[in-house]
């Protein structure tokens, strides 16, 4: 596990300075799909549960390492193609059956859940650069 701290870490704070980034980049570049935030299916912003979105990153990095430790020999290629291969088959097959599911039970926009699948998608790329460059 020691050998498995840097990394997480590592990919854990970069993916959460791309999430900052991203969260405020669509706020002005996709201000319609920001206003469906303010749904009443959605909390609003307290205290008490945002340290989660903070938290995420780490999370995130936890499980995208112990799936790439116990697979990355299946993904070939050079280290950029790899960190791809890992964010598309997080995307698919982790995010896009809960967003599928998401989507058909909550009243939010196609753009909305498009979104958060690319952003999904972005930050397992992130956290792969970091896997294939670190554990390859």
Known sequence: MKKAASPILIAGFLVLLVSLTLLYAIIYLLPN?????YNPVFRSSSFTTDWLFYGHPF????????????????????LVWRAFEIALAYGTIAMLPVLWLTFSAIDIS??????????GILQAFVAGLVFAKMNP
């Open 59 to 78: 999370v995130l990095s936890i499980s995208l390492y112990w799936f790439w430790d116990r697979f990355k020999t299946f993904f070939n290629g050079s």
């Open 110 to 119: 196609f753009i909305m859940v498009g979104s958060w699948l690319a952003y």
């Open 33 to 37: 799909v920001m206003e469906e935030y």
